[in-house]
């Protein structure tokens, strides 16, 4: 079974560009997730769908950040425009839902550096 | 809002030895904690779960133990090997959704 899948694995852009992150997760798995680290910090939670739905984007910076999982399926995280303070390790994690507690797996990362 | 503070921020033993990571958290209302494991340059790996109503959970050389009363967790691995050298991490969900808090991670660096 594959795992939840990254794309791409690294990214660098300028600032005020567009850079658009993908997240395939694990087939069969409702709940998503995005989480990120910036330079000398804890990983931190961005936002979790449920199928299509926004659950919690409590986690969102600000305006500039949108996440979309069209049919439920995969996952964009569009940053535009990019700012310096963006750049950092950029992790998607998906699991099934499961009140009893559940297991999140994480995808390798996409890492961006916004120069 | 929860807390996670994982003590020492690095440690480095000798092959064979045994490795203590410890992990504390603020609110004990929680689901479980999960422990992780990330290689430089990689992605998270989890390595055990264990539920709130447990006490222990064991994998292999692994074996984590949840306080929840006192919000304290701790990893031991058995006869460490250069293989584990890397990052550990705790995270634990909030009391009421699933996202993860983490904590700033353990380096641990294994020497042959």
């Known amino acids: 079974e594959a795992g939840v899948t990254q794309f791409p694995s690294h990214s660098v852009i300028e600032k005020g560009q567009t850079v658009t992150l993908r997240c395939d997760p694990i087939s069969g798995h409702d709940n998503l997730y995005w989480y990120r680290r910036v330079m000398g910090k804890e990983i931190k939670f961005l936002l979790h769908f449920v199928k299509e739905s926004k659950q919690d984007e409590s986690g969102m910076p600000n305006n500039r950040f949108l996440a979309e999982r069209t049919g439920g399926t995969y996952s964009t995280l569009k940053v535009q425009p990019a700012e310096l303070e963006d750049s950092g390790v950029y992790f998607c994690?998906?699991?099934?839902?499961?009140?009893?507690?559940?297991?999140?797996?994480f995808g390798p990362g996409t890492r961006l550096l916004v120069l | 809002k929860q807390e996670v503070t994982q003590i020492p921020a690095a440690l480095s033993v000798p092959e064979g030895e045994n490795l203590v990571l410890n992990c504390s958290f603020t609110d004990s209302a929680i689901y479980n904690l999960q422990w992780f494991r990330q290689d430089p340059g990689k992605g998270l790996t989890s390595l055990l779960l264990?539920?709130?109503?447990?006490r222990e959970q064991t994998s292999g050389r692994l074996n984590a133990s949840l306080d929840k009363s006192s919000g304290r967790s701790t990893l031991y691995i058995a006869a460490s090997q250069p293989g584990d050298s890397a990052t550990y991490l705790c995270a634990v969900p909030g009391s009421n959704d699933y996202k993860l808090s983490f904590g700033a991670g353990t380096t641990v660096t294994v020497r042959a």
């Open positions: 264990i539920q709130s109503s447990q």
């Open positions: 994690a998906s699991s099934l839902l499961d009140r009893s507690g559940e297991t999140q797996y």
